[in-house]
Every structure is written in structure tokens, then in C-alpha cells.
């Protein structure tokens, strides 16, 4: 199993970016797919998830109405829509993949993780 993170960068405040997880190597259509951060000095944390048909969605409360999770199952691709970017969303982004039929809130699930992207909004 592989998940491939991209599409961050260095982005002005107030700006967007797109990120993307290519995954390859998921046996049956049933996982939800998370993406995680992790700042200088911070603790890994939740930012989105998405259930395995993209029906079903869930959003930090440091990210709602700025951040939107989706995905295109024909792509095997997740995106994860970045707008309103603030300093403190300066991380490594990463995303998982957790055997469910649900969204998945909390890293201990996933068993599959990429390899990170990182982002950067400068002030």
C-alpha cells in the first residue's frame, strides 16, 4: 500500500492550495481516508476525513468552513481544499488510510500513512 501526498508549498496568508493523496494498493473500497498535521514543535493532529464513498465527511473545528475533504474514488485520489490559510496551519501534512466504512477522527485506526507535504503560509 502506498499513499502519495502532494500539492503543498509556500502560500501568502489569506491564500489556497490543493493537496492531493494518490493511493494505490487498497484492497476493497473500504476505507476512509484522514489527512493529519503536524506543526514545529506540535503534536500530530486531526484535520479531516472521509468516509469510503465520500458521502460522509468530518472536519476539525481549527479548520471548518476553511478546509474541505473529497475524493474521486475513479482516481483513487483524496484532496483536501485549503482556503483562508492562516500562520498556524504551517505543518506537515499527511494522510492515512484506516479500514472503515466510516470517517475516522483519531490516528490510532489508520493503519496506512504517506509520507507527508509540507505547507507553509507566511504572514
Known amino acids: 500500500v502506498q499513499l502519495q501526498a502532494s500539492g503543498g508549498g509556500l502560500v501568502q496568508v489569506g491564500g489556497s492550495l490543493r493537496l492531493s493523496c494518490a493511493a494505490s494498493g487498497l484492497t476493497g473500497s473500504d476505507y476512509a481516508i484522514g489527512w493529519f498535521r503536524q506543526g514545529p514543535g506540535k503534536e500530530r493532529e486531526f484535520v479531516a476525513s472521509?468516509?469510503?464513498?465520500?458521502?460522509?465527511?468530518h472536519v476539525a473545528y481549527s479548520v471548518k468552513g476553511r478546509f474541505a475533504i473529497s475524493r474521486d474514488n475513479a482516481k483513487n485520489t483524496v484532496y483536501l481544499q485549503m482556503n483562508s490559510l492562516k500562520p498556524e496551519d504551517t505543518a506537515v501534512y499527511l494522510c492515512?488510510?484506516?479500514?472503515?466504512?466510516?470517517?475516522?477522527?483519531?490516528?490510532?485506526?489508520?493503519?496506512?500513512w504517506g509520507q507527508g507535504t509540507q505547507v507553509t503560509v507566511s504572514s
Open positions: 472521509i468516509n469510503w464513498n465520500g458521502r460522509s465527511t
Open positions: 492515512a488510510a484506516a479500514p472503515s466504512r466510516g470517517v475516522v477522527v483519531t490516528a490510532t485506526p489508520y493503519r496506512y
